[in-house]
Each structure stands twice: as structure tokens, then as C-alpha cells.
């Protein structure tokens, strides 16, 4: 258990300095992975923590108790956001650069965390790079509707209080709602005794770490249904002058094209994402558009609708 047991050559949280935020908090476990390579945690502070003491940090999170274990099993990297700003996607993204440089990292297994001003930060920046992380865990914030589409892939775990007059459980509400409709990985806890202070009960939760642990980018699925990937089987208008054909054979789905007639593998990366790579469209993903009914509409090429192909037969 990460949250229990006290070793006396426990590591320590690092003091580090750099360009883009001041100065942060560096947790490195003592033990290196059986792979070489640590999993990422970054952690985002709220608003009261701004400043350039990091001790306030240690008063929330996982600054908090990482002092005090013995085993935690992440790289967590923890920037103070400097007084009168807010998060700065830009210079979390170099912060994540620099660390990635220093120490080996697991590139797979990257999340990002944040509480309040930290909740939206953590929101914000899964839009603005959502190539680098595969889960994320917001608490009592929100975010940009309009983008949700581009973070589709990144699994998430939304925390509200019922009783929050600060920021209204509808943010992260509306989010998750929208997640969910387009078939994303997302689990919602809403607090109903709790108001904006949710975040103590969050973090002291080993539920939390094992669930951000279990998630990693790029994991195929090993099995999908049968009858699941024969309800894709069909053909689908691509353009007025393009018809894509999905078929069925040696239990794998493949899609073709009748202007480059090559049949190419699709690979399940959930029941309705699935990647398709080589020179009929460079490598991308394809998401299947499933009705309420379980009737199949459609598909799109990439994570938002720039290109949907409905079902013609």
C-alpha cells in the first residue's frame, strides 16, 4: 500500500528551480520500476497557493503526505504557480519536457491532477496536449466544452462536491456528460455531504493512485466482442468520390478503400476506437458512432468530427 508504512531511507520531496515556473517540488521514489522507467504524477495546486513559498504546498495533495511514506509509486512533480497568475499550459508542458530529460519516465503512464484553480489547469492542459497523458483526475474544476472531443482518449476521474458554491458541480457535470457521449473512459464522484474542500477525502483515497496506475496511453484491447465487430462490417461514404468498406476475417476488422484498394488492420484500442496506420490515411484513429439503440451510424477519423463517414449499408 502506498499510503502506508514509514521507511527511515524514505525519499524526500526535491526543491528545483527553473525558467518557466519558479520553483517546484520534486518527489522521486527510491525505487526504480522492474522496467527502468517511473510513472508521472503532476500536481496543481489552487489558487491560495500561488506565491514563491513551497511549503504552502505541502498543506494539500500529495505534497502533503509525500514526506511521510515510504512508497509512493510515481515521479511527482509539483510547480508552484507564481502569485496573481494561472496555470500556464506552455510552461507545464516545458516543465513536463524538462523532467522527461532529466530522469526516465514511462511516456505511457503520465496524469496530471489538480484541485480548484488546479482542477481547471488540469482540464485545460489534457485539451492542450492530449498526446501525452492517459488519465487524468480533476477535482472541483472545470473547463472548455467546446474542445472536449480532443482529450476523448484520456481516461478520467472527476471529483465535485454537491455543496460547492465556488465552483458549481455542474463544471465538472457537464464535462463528464459529454465524455461519456462520445464512449470515453471517464468515472464521475460526486460528494453529495461536501462542498468546495473535496480534495482531502480525494487524495487520501488509494483507490485514486491504483486506478491512475492501471491506466497507460496506447494499451489495445487483447479481446472485443465478435458480435461487436461485426456490427462495424459495412460501408461507409468517406466523400462523393470515396466509399470505405469495413469487413470481417480471421476474427480482425479491416477497412479498404475504393481508391487505394488496400485493406488495411484495424486495431481495438476500446469497443469503438480503433487505429488504423499505413498509406490510406497515415496513422489515425477511427471511432465508430454507436445510437442509443446499438445501431451503427457511422465513423469519424481522428478524435473530433472533421471527417465522419455515416453507414450507407
Not at 287 to 311: A, I, W
Amino acid at each position: 500500500m502506498f499510503l502506508i508504512g514509514i521507511s527511515v531511507s524514505r525519499a524526500q520531496q526535491q526543491e528545483k528551480t527553473m525558467v518557466s515556473y519558479t520553483h517546484y517540488l520534486l518527489y522521486v521514489p527510491k525505487d526504480l520500476p522492474k522496467n527502468g522507467l517511473y510513472p508521472l504524477l503532476l500536481f496543481l495546486h489552487g489558487s491560495g497557493d500561488r506565491g514563491n513559498d513551497l511549503n504552502l504546498l505541502k498543506s494539500a495533495g500529495p505534497p502533503s503526505f509525500l514526506d511521510s511514506i515510504g512508497d509512493f509509486p510515481f515521479v511527482v512533480v509539483s510547480p508552484q504557480c507564481p502569485e496573481n497568475r494561472n496555470w500556464d499550459n506552455e510552461n507545464l508542458l516545458g516543465l513536463l519536457d524538462h523532467i522527461e530529460e532529466t530522469l526516465p519516465i514511462d511516456k505511457n503512464k503520465i496524469y496530471v491532477t489538480g484541485y480548484s484553480m488546479g482542477g481547471f489547469g488540469t482540464w485545460s492542459l489534457a485539451q492542450a496536449a492530449p498526446e501525452r497523458f492517459a488519465a487524468i483526475a480533476p477535482i472541483c474544476g472545470g473547463g472548455n466544452l467546446d474542445r472536449i472531443c480532443i482529450m476523448r482518449d484520456i481516461s478520467v476521474w472527476a471529483f465535485h462536491g454537491a455543496n460547492d458554491t465556488e465552483v458549481p458541480y455542474e463544471e465538472s457535470e457537464r464535462l463528464v456528460l459529454a465524455l461519456k457521449e462520445l464512449g470515453s473512459d471517464v468515472k464521475y464522484t460526486l460528494y453529495p455531504d461536501l462542498g468546495h474542500e473535496c480534495w482531502t477525502k480525494t487524495y487520501q483515497s488509494q483507490e485514486l493512485y491504483d486506478w491512475l496506475l492501471s491506466k497507460s496511453k496506447y494499451c489495445k484491447l487483447k479481446n472485443v466482442d465478435e458480435s461487436t465487430l461485426k456490427s462495424y462490417v459495412g460501408r461507409y461514404k468517406y466523400s462523393e468520390d470515396e466509399i470505405m468498406e469495413v469487413t470481417f476475417e480471421n476474427k480482425n476488422l479491416f477497412v479498404k478503400s475504393s481508391i487505394a484498394n488496400l485493406k488495411l488492420l484495424l486495431e481495438p484500442f476500446s469497443i469503438s476506437k480503433f487505429r488504423i496506420s499505413g498509406p490510406l490515411s497515415g496513422d489515425s484513429d477511427m471511432y465508430f458512432k454507436v445510437s442509443k439503440d446499438g445501431l451503427v451510424e457511422g465513423f469519424t477519423v481522428g478524435p473530433c468530427d472533421h471527417t465522419y463517414c455515416p453507414k450507407i449499408e
